[in-house]
């Protein structure tokens, strides 16, 4: 929804950074005209009961703290669910991009769940560095065994790479193995088509 008000200029009026003019400002009607066509855009997204229950508010942003504070507060469920998927996600039989994928869609979530504060004392650089070592080691841990050269030789990095330059060097190892199986799928096939056309002795 942020991002729908955003895209059409209309962000202010839920985030409490744009005051209502007065009745005898020239700019009231025009005001009055875009608070409502936001407040439709809102209930529109909304089922009906949640609707009803909050029609009769008179602005956009009082529509909108309502529904902050109901709804906007963490839900330890749903934060102890994300993080339990955590512990167990792993790559199994996905691919490294689909393994990706689902680990990052995971922090993300949780960033948005559990939102850290920005650090902007000296030590922001490390902190950001240590958070992104964690979610790297987390990545690490849930590859498959057939990786763990690789896996061994990027932690013998010093520093540890960054995510997408692991994410990158995983997606070039998948690619190598996947020429060599096929090179060794056409080594065997072009065997099998030589001995089917070997002549049969004549007995």
């Given at each position: 929804?942020?991002?729908?008000?955003?895209?059409?200029?209309?962000?202010?009026?839920?985030?409490?950074?744009?005051?209502?003019?007065?009745?005898?400002?020239?700019?009231?009607?025009?005001?009055?005209?875009?608070?409502?066509?936001?407040?439709?855009?809102?209930?529109?997204?909304?089922?009906?009961?949640?609707?009803?229950?909050?029609?009769?508010?008179?602005?956009?942003?009082?529509?909108?703290?309502?529904?902050?504070?109901?709804?906007?507060?963490?839900?330890?469920?749903?934060?102890?669910?994300?993080?339990?998927?955590?512990?167990?996600?792993?790559?199994?039989?996905?691919?490294?991009?689909?393994?990706?994928?689902?680990?990052?869609?995971?922090?993300?979530?949780?960033?948005?769940?559990?939102?850290?504060?920005?650090?902007?004392?000296?030590?922001?650089?490390?902190?950001?560095?240590?958070?992104?070592?964690?979610?790297?080691?987390q990545f690490l841990m849930g590859l498959n065994d057939d990786y763990n050269s690789?896996?061994?030789?990027?932690?013998?990095?010093?520093?540890?790479?960054?995510?997408?330059?692991?994410?990158?060097?995983?997606?070039?190892?998948?690619?190598?193995?996947?020429?060599?199986?096929?090179?060794?799928?056409?080594?065997?096939?072009?065997?099998?088509?030589?001995?089917?056309?070997?002549?049969?002795?004549?007995?």
């Amino acid at each position: 929804m942020t991002i729908a008000l955003s895209t059409k200029s209309k962000l202010y009026f839920v985030d409490g950074t744009l005051d209502k003019p007065q009745p005898n400002s020239a700019d009231f009607k025009k005001w009055v005209k875009c608070n409502d066509m936001v407040m439709s855009w809102i209930l529109n997204v909304l089922t009906k009961p949640i609707a009803d229950s909050i029609i009769y508010t008179k602005t956009a942003r009082q529509m909108w703290v309502e529904l902050e504070e109901r709804f906007g507060q963490i839900n330890g469920a749903k934060l102890y669910q994300v993080k339990r998927e955590m512990c167990n996600i792993s790559q199994g039989a996905n691919d490294i991009a689909t393994y990706f994928t689902k680990i990052k869609s995971l922090w993300d979530e949780l960033d948005d769940l559990d939102e850290i504060p920005m650090c902007t004392c000296n030590s922001a650089e490390k902190m950001l560095k240590r958070e992104q070592n964690q979610k790297l080691l987390q990545f690490l841990m849930g590859l498959n065994d057939d990786y763990n050269s690789v896996r061994g030789n990027i932690l013998m990095m010093s520093p540890l790479p960054t995510i997408s330059q692991v994410y990158s060097m995983l997606i070039q190892e998948e690619k190598q193995r996947e020429i060599r199986s096929n090179g060794h799928f056409l080594a065997d096939s072009a065997s099998l088509a030589v001995e089917s056309f070997k002549p049969q002795q004549a007995y």
